[in-house]
């Protein structure tokens, strides 16, 4: 599908869905030209619109433990800023971004740190 705007054309790709690699029985979306790190951000700055986004791919740290593979991107580390997380508790803000990465969690990564605030907020809470 193809939008014309002003002498910008934006093309809207369609990603079929395939059965995951690891198990055949769970569905993800699957783009082979977007990393990990790239989905993660993607999928974050969409759900939560964040003031302040950094996602670090932290796997090479984790070499020989369990959960790595060769190539990577299986344990990352996500600072979050955003209006979203105003009046919740860490806990509640951390449920907020494993549901919207839960598809990820579920299959290729392995670990995810989060440190999530809201605007204005400093250190403490996250």
């Not at 964040?50 to 991107?73: I, K, M």
Request: with cysteine; proline share 5%; net charge positive.
């Amino acid at each position: 599908m193809t939008t014309q705007c002003k002498k910008l054309q934006v093309l809207t790709l369609r990603i079929p869905r395939y059965r995951s690699a690891i198990d055949g029985r769970r569905w993800r979306t699957y783009c082979p030209a977007m990393s990990t790190k790239d989905t993660i951000t993607n999928k974050l700055r969409e759900a939560f619109a964040p003031e302040s986004l950094d996602v670090t791919d932290e796997s090479h740290l984790h070499e020989g433990h369990a959960g790595h593979r060769p190539g990577g991107e299986t344990h990352f580390r996500v600072y979050i800023v955003s209006p979203a997380f105003e009046g919740k508790s860490r806990v509640e803000r951390h449920r907020m971004v494993n549901a919207t990465l839960a598809a990820e969690l579920a299959d290729t990564v392995h670990a995810l740190a989060i440190k999530a605030q809201a605007p204005g907020e400093t250190g403490g809470t996250g």
